[in-house]
């Protein structure tokens, strides 16, 4: 008897079944009765607020594209993206793009780890994570912090490859990963990471075939593509093939506040020389006039910006990060895990939502409508009137430590069963320990950092307990009639 040799997960080859007419237009039907609530759902914080939310750093996102710049910290890509939904007459469009990519990425959620749930399942669905998550406020901020958590999803749905979904929806899933790790930074990282840990215990998580070489390219190709994607603009722009040319400045600017580049200048400055070393007073352990980091990068008087910016200051900003690291790994090592735990327990919702008028409000005046700048200053959020209720806070809370446990029943259970659900549980845990270590080591600690992912927490437990109880609610259709 011939071994039977298992069929990779991913085959170009594959050619799914032509539906018929009315199976098609059944679907679509269903599709149109869901998409449209479930997006209006979504969309509930910017129609309360009465436009898209902000924060501080939307106005760079929208200018980039809108004046032909690149900025030394912020990927281009994201306001391309932008760009190509606003066409400098409104903003509303980029919301309702986001609230459907996320629609989609949902959808392709249960299709892939809970196949026998209904489409119908995704408005209840979006319902309870519009109350007790805080997506909705993300899927409606303009802003790229949603995509940290839709490419966790669609990474996972790549390294799986499951058959449920086509060959050609699985190419175009792998390009649509690839843009939104480009988004931003911290998605390189946390994406690096889900592929190091996931491909090689796919198995052990429930994949029951083998991935195959394709699948294996087509798993790697979003993080590859978005690298050759951020290196050839970095070089065509600055010259340096890097994905990210002077973001040794935020570490450098970390380091200082966590003590150990602050130790070597100290130490040092009387030899060295350093530009930085004329700040050397007013910086820790004095922390006189900059008290945090956030004031060292963006103050617009501040030490960054009078030694030039971060490109002129990258260079030495590289030779200090290299002592540091050098003479104090140790010290290093102890504030990065400090700053990783501090981020796990801050993500309180709300943070940002304050009124941005000098950062936003002169891009939307000069580049928007009349009309749209006056919808801008006319919201809740411009007027100090918007933020989540402490209520609400609470509720995302207690929904993020509950779906946390519930993501690890689940990985247990599924484990066992050899359940593809284990990879989607895998891929959420390690995306919230990959989040809060990339944004606590590199950024510092802050709320919405870890905030834009908690809601992850709670999908594989949802998808379990929809998946429940839509087969107790058709019992009979199991049981056989009775005998004749």
Not at 63 to 72: E, F, K, P, V
Request: net charge positive; aromatic share 8%; glycine share 6%.
């Amino acid at each position: 008897m011939s071994a039977t040799i298992p069929r990779p997960d991913f085959d170009l080859a594959r050619v799914d079944t032509e539906p018929s007419a009315p199976a098609v237009a059944a679907a679509t039907r269903t599709g149109l009765a869901v998409l449209l609530p479930a997006a209006v759902i979504l969309l509930w914080p910017a129609m309360l607020n009465g436009y898209p939310l902000v924060f501080a750093d939307s106005g760079t996102y929208l200018s980039q594209a809108i004046q032909h710049y690149l900025g030394w910290d912020r990927p281009a890509f994201y306001s391309l993206f932008l760009f190509l939904l606003h066409w400098q007459i409104s903003t509303w469009p980029i919301i309702v793009v986001q609230s459907l990519l996320t629609l989609y990425v949902l959808d392709a959620a249960m299709r892939a780890f809970a196949p026998r749930l209904a489409r119908r399942m995704l408005l209840p669905l979006c319902a309870v994570l519009a109350i007790l998550t805080p997506l909705p406020w993300f899927v409606d901020q303009i802003m790229p912090d949603l995509f940290t958590t839709l490419m966790t999803i669609l990474l996972a749905i790549l390294v799986l490859a499951p058959a449920s979904l086509a060959a050609l929806e699985l190419l175009a899933i792998a390009a649509l990963c690839a843009a939104m790790i480009a988004f931003h930074l911290s998605h390189l990282w946390i994406g690096l990471g889900l592929l190091m840990i996931l491909l090689p215990t796919r198995q052990l998580l429930g994949a029951t075939r083998p991935l195959g070489l394709r699948g294996l390219a087509l798993a790697a190709s979003p993080l590859l593509a978005a690298v050759i994607m951020l290196c050839s603009v970095n070089c065509a722009a600055f010259g340096r093939l890097s994905v990210s040319p002077f973001g040794n400045v935020f570490l450098l600017a970390r380091l200082l506040y966590d003590g150990p580049a602050a130790a070597v200048l100290e130490r040092d400055c009387a030899t060295e020389h350093w530009q930085l070393c004329r700040f050397v007073d007013v910086l820790p352990p004095h922390q006189t006039l900059y008290p945090s980091s956030d004031n060292f990068l963006w103050e617009p008087k501040g030490p960054l910006s009078s030694l030039g910016g971060a490109k002129l200051f990258s260079l030495e900003a590289g030779l200090i990060i290299s002592r540091a690291l050098h003479e104090q790994p140790l010290q290093v090592l102890h504030a990065s895990l400090s700053n990783f735990g501090h981020q796990l327990l801050r993500f309180g919702s709300g943070d940002g939502l304050h009124a941005w008028p000098d950062q936003v409000g002169p891009v939307i005046a000069r580049h928007f409508p009349a009309a749209e700048g006056r919808a801008f200053l006319a919201a809740r959020q411009s007027r100090g009137l918007l933020g989540v209720p402490p209520w609400m806070r609470l509720l995302h809370g207690v929904g993020y430590l509950l779906g946390v446990a519930g993501t690890l029943a689940c990985l247990v259970v599924a484990a066992r069963r050899r359940s593809p659900m284990a990879l989607l549980c895998a891929a959420v845990l390690l995306c919230l320990l990959g989040n809060a270590a990339v944004t606590g080591i590199l950024s510092g600690p802050h709320d919405r950092y870890q905030n834009r992912v908690i809601w992850l927490a709670l999908l594989a437990p949802l998808l379990v307990g929809a998946q429940r109880l839509q087969d107790a609610a058709r019992p009979a259709l199991a049981r056989p009639g009775p005998q004749v």
